[in-house]
C-alpha cells in the first residue's frame, strides 16, 4: 500500500544520490527506527525580527550531539515544541515530497504551504540549514535523509545557508553530491580551540581539529566557507583566540569570507534537563556558569545575555582579528551589532550571489542606519517587508511559548506583529529594549505615529574613531540599508538620509580598549523615563 511518504522510501534513486552501501545502509536504517516523516519543516525561526535567513530547515526533528550550551534544548524547552519525544529520542525527519512540492512551485492547497511559497520559496529566500539540528551529525549519518535534501536542493538550485559542525560530509557519497553545487555556502562552528574542552562541552560532537580539516577540504573544493565563533563561551572561547583565528584562517587557506560572534545565551527558566547541561559545563569550565550569568544579565530576561561591559574586551579584539585576515564582521549578539560589516548577522552581504536574497527590515539593519544618520524610523524598515505582509497570522507559524503571548499576538500578519513590536519599547523584542537601550525612543513620534529610535553611541565609539566610520564598519555592504538601500524612499519626520561615500579604509587592528566598567544603564533609564516612562530592566 502506497503512503504519502512514498519519496522518502525512494531517498536513495532521488537525482544526484549515488548507490551505494552506505546509503543502502541508511535505508535500511530509515525503514528500523525512523519515527516518521512528519517533521514541521522548513519554516519559519522565532529569531526572525532580527535574522536575515527567517526561513529555517532542518531534516531530524533532534540533534545527535548533547552541547551543554544547546540553544536548541531551551527553545524547545521554553516554546513546548519539545514534546514527549524530546527526551525519549524518538527521531523524525522531514517530508521531503512536501519540501519537493514547494520547491517545484507546487504547494499544497494548505495554509502553512501556501504561506511558505508565496511569502519565501517564490522569491528564493535562502533556506538556512542548521537552526536546531545539525545537519551531518550521527543521525544523518545513521538515516541519509540529509543526504536526498542536497541532492533535492541541487536538483532545484535553491540557495541554502549550511551550518554545522558535524562530519557526514567526509565521506565520499556526500562531496559527490555537493562538488558541482553552486547553491551552498556553509558554515562551521567552532566555538573555542582546545580540543579537549571541545569534546566536554560539545558533547558528541566531532573534535576541533576534525573541523578544521572539514573546512580545509571545502576550500580545497572550492566552496565557500563561513565561521560561526557561536556562542562565546567564556572560559574557552576567549582563551587562544589569536591562535583560533590564525587556523581557521589556515584551514580555509585565507578565504574565510566571514565569521560571526555571540555571546552564550543561558535560559532563565530552565528546567531540570537544562539544569544538568549548565552544571556539567560548570564543572569543566571552573566556575558558577549559571550564578554568573544571572549576575551579570538584567533580572527581566528570559534569555540570560550578560552585560556589554563583561564582552566589550572580547568582541572588540574578534573584529580586531577578522580585519587581520580580511574576514568580513558580524555579530548575533544584542550588543555591539553596531560592528557588523553587513546587515546579516552571519556576515552575508546584499550582493552576494548565492544568498544575497535574504530577507532586510530587520534590526540588524535598523542599528546599522541608526549609526549612519543617528535616528531610524518604522519607515525605514517597512519598505523592505513585502515578505512579511504574505504571512497573515503570524500564530500559524511561530509559537509564542505561553498561552496568554500566543493567544494575544496570533491573529497578527508577520508584518503586523514586527510593526507592533517596534511601537512596544517596553517588550523585550522591542529595538530598544533588544539592544539595551542603544536605540533610544525619541519623545515624539514620526508623522505616521510611529516611534523613531535615537542612536546612542557607547565609550569605546568615542574612545576610537574606528568604531564610528561606516566607510569601514559597512565596507562589504555597499547596497543594504546601512549604506542607503532601504533609505531612498522614506522621508519621515527628519528627511531623506544622505548616501555615504568614499574609498574603504584599510586600518590596522590593535589591541581593544581596557574596558572602564561604566555603563550606560542610569543615562538610559533616566531618559527613557523623561522620553516614555519606561526602564530598561
Wanted: charged share 25%.
Amino acid at each position: 500500500m502506497k503512503t504519502r511518504y512514498d519519496l522518502v522510501d525512494k531517498l536513495p534513486y532521488v537525482p544526484g544520490v549515488p548507490d551505494t552501501p552506505l546509503t543502502r545502509e541508511q535505508t535500511k536504517n530509515r525503514e528500523m527506527y525512523l519515527g516518521g516523516y512528519d517533521y514541521m519543516s522548513p519554516r519559519i525561526s522565532t529569531e526572525v525580527p532580527d535574522c536575515g535567513f527567517p526561513m529555517t530547515v532542518d531534516a531530524y526533528s533532534l540533534c545527535a550531539y548533547d552541547c551543554s550550551y544547546c540553544f536548541a534544548s531551551m527553545i524547545k524547552i521554553s516554546h513546548n515544541m519539545a514534546g514527549k519525544d524530546f527526551n525519549a529520542r524518538k527521531v523524525r525527519a522531514i517530508d521531503l515530497a512536501k519540501l519537493e512540492r514547494m520547491l517545484s512551485g507546487k504547494p499544497n492547497n494548505n495554509l502553512y504551504e501556501q504561506e511558505l511559497y508565496n511569502g519565501f520559496i517564490r522569491y528564493k529566500i535562502p533556506f538556512h540549514w542548521g537552526g536546531l539540528t545539525d545537519p551531518f551529525d550521527r543521525y544523518e549519518q545513521q538515516f541519509g535523509v540529509g543526504l536526498s535534501m542536497l541532492a533535492l536542493l541541487k536538483q532545484y538550485n535553491y540557495p541554502t545557508f549550511i551550518c554545522f559542525k558535524g562530519d557526514a560530509l567526509m565521506h565520499p557519497e556526500y562531496q559527490m553530491v555537493i562538488q558541482d553545487a553552486t547553491n551552498f555556502v556553509f558554515q562551521m562552528s567552532i566555538a573555542g580551540l582546545d580540543d579537549h574542552m571541545g569534546r566536554l562541552i560539545d558533547k558528541g560532537a566531532p573534535a576541533i581539529s576534525r573541523r578544521l580539516e572539514i573546512m580545509r577540504m571545502l576550500s580545497e573544493m572550492g566552496k565557500r566557507v563561513y565561521w560561526r565563533f557561536r556562542p562565546f563561551v567564556l572560559g574557552w572561547s576567549d582563551l587562544h583566540m589569536d591562535e583560533l583565528f590564525a587556523k581557521v584562517n589556515e584551514a580555509c587557506l585565507g578565504k574565510c569570507e566571514a565569521v560571526s560572534i555571540e555571546w552564550m545565551a543561558l535560559s532563565g527558566m530552565a528546567d531540570a534537563n537544562l539544569k544538568a547541561l549548565y552544571d556539567d559545563m560548570s564543572k569543566h569550565l571552573g566556575y558558577d556558569v549559571q550564578e554568573y550569568w544571572r549576575r551579570m544579565s538584567r533580572s527581566t530576561d528570559s534569555y540570560r545575555r550578560c552585560n556589554e561591559e563583561v564582552k566589550r574586551p572580547h568582541f572588540l579584539k574578534a573584529w580586531g582579528l577578522a580585519r587581520q585576515y580580511g574576514m568580513s564582521f558580524a555579530v548575533s549578539d544584542p550588543h555591539f551589532k553596531e560592528l557588523n560589516d553587513s546587515c546579516n548577522c552571519c556576515g552575508v552581504p546584499k550582493t552576494d550571489p548565492i544568498l544575497g536574497s535574504y530577507t532586510i527590515g530587520q534590526q540588524t539593519e535598523a542599528i546599522l542606519i541608526a549609526k549612519r544618520k543617528g535616528w531610524v524610523a518604522w519607515g525605514d524598515m517597512a519598505q523592505a517587508m513585502d515578505w512579511a505582509a504574505n504571512f497573515k497570522k503570524v500564530g500559524d507559524h511561530i509559537n509564542f511559548g505561553s498561552g496568554r503571548a500566543h493567544n494575544k499576538h496570533k491573529a497578527m500578519s508577520v508584518k503586523d506583529w514586527l510593526h507592533m513590536l517596534w511601537n512596544s519599547p517596553e517588550n523585550a523584542d522591542s529595538p530598544y529594549r533588544y539592544f539595551w537601550g542603544k536605540l533610544l525612543p525619541q519623545k515624539d513620534l514620526d508623522v505616521n505615529g510611529d516611534i523613531v529610535y535615537d542612536y546612542v553611541r557607547s565609550d569605546y565609539e568615542n574612545e576610537d574613531p574606528r568604531f564610528t566610520d561606516t566607510k569601514e564598519t559597512h565596507r562589504n555592504c555597499k547596497s543594504c540599508g546601512a549604506c542607503g538601500y532601504a533609505n531612498t524612499a522614506y522621508e519621515g519626520k527628519i528627511g531623506k538620509a544622505q548616501e555615504v561615500a568614499g574609498p574603504v579604509i584599510d586600518i590596522e587592528p590593535t589591541e581593544p580598549p581596557v574596558p572602564t566598567h561604566r555603563t550606560r544603564m542610569e543615562d538610559e533609564k533616566r531618559l527613557a523615563r523623561e522620553n516614555l516612562g519606561v526602564g530598561v530592566g
